[in-house]
């Protein structure tokens, strides 16, 4: 009996870990995730995301539209609000404790903003085995990828035209080949 009550004891503490060490992943940031997903061989996921607006939506937040935007809505200053950072960066909305050294803000909605914190995924033997990846983070995106993308591209936005998921999907969608 107290084998079996050791054994469950272990187990549950082995369950505990694991599942707290993954509510716990980092976000390592894009110069992290791009080192390995460069190039034609890696289905230039490196070159789709650097020329999308996805790379520049926290700078976007920094020009005289913005600020001009901002000020109507009574937002002293858009590139610190968490408002707007919700959608343009993941870095203002995200407990600090949860962002690596690496980690930086400025680079706009990148890899983990849409795929999740990477800390446990990031290794190449993970990401070869997407199950094993999702089991540790990797988003994989349970409701569609239209609804996940729609959570930003929205009316919500003071500056939202209308969105054209399959026609903006197409730009910045990256498979491995």
């Known amino acids: 009996m107290r084998k079996l009550t050791g054994g469950l004891v272990l187990l549950m503490a082995l369950f505990l870990l694991t599942f707290t060490a993954q509510a ?10 791009i080192m390995c997903h460069k190039g034609a061989a890696k289905g230039a996921m490196d070159e789709i995301w ?11 937040l920094t020009e ?5 935007i901002a000020k ?14 919700e ?3 993941l870095g203002k909305t995200v407990d600090a ?23 446990a995924y990031k290794s190449a033997t993970v990401m070869k085995n997407k199950e094993e990846a999702v089991k540790k983070g ?5 409701g569609g990828v239209e609804k996940f ?22 730009k910045i969608k990256h498979k491995k080949p």
Request: charged content about 25%; hydrophobic content about 30%; overall charge positive.
């Open 87 to 89: 959608c343009h960066t």
């Open 149 to 170: 993308c729609r959570g930003c591209h929205n009316e919500k936005s003071p500056s939202f035209k209308e969105f054209k998921f399959a026609e903006m999907f197409d």
């Open 72 to 85: 109507a809505k009574g937002i002293a200053n858009p590139a610190e609000s968490k408002e707007c950072n």
């Open 64 to 68: 005289a539209k913005a600020l001009e």
């Open 24 to 33: 716990q992943n980092k976000y390592v940031g894009t110069k992290t995730c």
């Open 97 to 119: 404790s949860l962002l690596d050294a690496k980690f930086d803000m400025k680079q706009g909605v990148q890899c983990e903003t849409c795929h999740g914190a990477g800390s």
């Open 50 to 60: 650097l020329k999308s607006k996805h790379a520049n939506a926290y700078k976007v």
């Open 138 to 142: 990797l988003n994989a995106f349970e």
